[in-house]
């Protein structure tokens, strides 16, 4: 089932589909079906739909009934760009978690040309890369950079260039002028792209990095690359697993807890539990509280939490202290409070490998910041608020297994303490001001 039907309460609250634009003008849908028919689907019969960066629209997703009609075989991505003001918009379904930062550099790096070329027309295309389908991992490492293949329905493009080579025609050939059926198709031209000396419609810049990234081919795998090994993070079940380029690519198992961390903080990608930065976020504070919320969802999976505050917490964690210390992970988290207000940090070493990604945060100014506290966040699902954050695929996939009762309370606290501020939560919780 998708995403978008397993709640309309996620829906309703923008915590999925959120931000997105609206398309409700006619010539806009007109263009997007012309996109659409170039890419061989059916146009949609919508007045109004929503989009992504990407041009991806649940609506028009729902309408069709397929999820990938902008990401065929989850590789290649598709992209339809109305206007400009997509590359403010969030992406909201892709197979790769860079596929946003993606578009960002090619939006940002030809803001001129497209902010030309969507007055008359609607700009489509491909993020190509050098497969055409994933079958294993050696395919994945095998994308170093992908190519944006950038086509437009009136095919403004095509005409732009002609004219260019025209234009280069009449300045080097002296009786060029002479020729007035080159002249009268170039009167033709001008007439759809304008003057081309001051327009700039031809993307300069389509050939982008492919970096660090999260798919979700084989279960979800990572790829971290650092300048002398490549980093695969997946499970060992995935096909090509430690056998595609065993010389420069490390695997590590999703499951190997203690590897994982060992990989994040020796690739210096973490920041450890240091008074410096623990005391005034109020992470382990926050864990603790998603660590008792979760506790009260297993032990109570229909209860009502909607008036529930920090003094109702307390007296519940007093009432059920044989279940807390069962657990041990909130008696953890005191423990090490305890230790960095006296020590100024935890001795990292004596603490078990799972409980360390309580205990950590990515490096905010590393360039895999966000990559990494998604990681993390797949070490500590009771967190929902990280998940939510860094991690809405798997997100989403928790949520669709929880009772009513707790799908309301997530919403709620979400609502409250992230939608609330996302800027000041991110900076105060991880560090990140962007």
């Not at 490492?141 to 950038?150: A, C, G, H």
């Not at 080159?182 to 389509?206: F, H, S, Y």
């Not at 657990?327 to 935890?346: H, M, S, T, Y």
Request: with cysteine; hydrophobic share 40%; proline share 5%.
């Amino acid at each position: 089932m998708s995403p978008a039907r397993k709640s309309d309460l996620l829906r309703d609250n923008e915590l999925i589909y959120g931000r997105l634009l609206t398309i409700d003008e006619p010539h806009l849908i007109q263009r997007y079906n012309k996109a659409l028919a170039a890419f061989g689907k059916k146009p949609t019969k919508l007045e109004s739909f929503e989009i992504d960066r990407t041009g991806f629209s649940p609506q028009v997703a729902e309408e069709c009934g397929d999820y990938d009609y902008l990401d065929p075989n989850e590789v290649n991505r598709r992209f339809i760009i109305l206007t400009p003001s997509q590359i403010d918009l969030p992406v909201v379904h892709t197979a790769f978690s860079n596929t946003s930062q993606l578009m960002f550099e090619f939006m940002t790096s030809n803001q001129r040309a497209i902010d030309a070329l969507t007055i008359k027309d609607v700009i489509y295309g491909e993020i190509e890369d050098s497969v055409p389908k994933v079958n294993d991992i050696e395919d994945l490492l095998s994308i170093n950079q992908v190519e944006f293949k950038v086509l437009s329905a009136e095919d403004v493009l095509g005409k732009a260039a002609e004219l260019g080579k025209l234009v280069d025609r009449l300045k080097q050939e002296p009786d060029a002028w002479r020729d007035d059926a080159m002249l009268t198709r170039m009167v033709e031209l001008a007439k759809v792209c304008g003057d081309i000396r001051e327009n700039a419609l031809v993307p300069d810049q389509v050939i982008f990095r492919h970096n660090a990234y999260w798919t979700s081919h084989f279960g979800g795998l990572y790829v971290f690359v650092d300048p002398d090994m490549t980093t695969v993070i997946g499970d060992p079940a995935a096909p090509g697993f430690r056998r595609s380029r065993p010389w420069q690519v490390s695997y590590l198992s999703i499951k190997d807890a203690d590897k994982v961390f060992k990989f994040l903080a020796t690739t210096g990608r973490i920041e450890l539990p240091r008074a410096s930065w623990i005391e005034a976020s109020g992470y382990l504070e926050h864990r603790a509280e998603m660590i008792v919320r979760a506790l009260i969802r297993d032990a109570e999976p229909d209860r009502n939490l909607t008036d529930v505050d920090k003094v109702w917490l307390q007296a519940w964690i007093q009432n059920h202290a044989d279940l807390i210390t069962k657990d041990g992970n909130f008696p953890f988290l005191n423990a090490a409070k305890r230790e960095i207000a006296q020590l100024g940090q935890l001795r990292i070493d004596d603490v078990s490998p799972q409980q360390r990604f309580l205990v950590i945060r990515a490096k905010p100014d590393h360039p895999d910041a966000w990559l990494t506290n998604r990681l993390i966040s797949d070490f500590v699902p009771t967190d929902f608020v990280s998940r939510y954050i860094f991690n809405k695929d798997g997100f989403y996939k928790d949520y669709g297994g929880f009772s009513d009762a707790w799908r309301s309370h997530i919403v709620d606290v979400l609502k409250t303490t992230y939608l609330k501020d996302k800027v000041a939560l991110r900076t105060r919780l991880y560090g990140l001001t962007d």
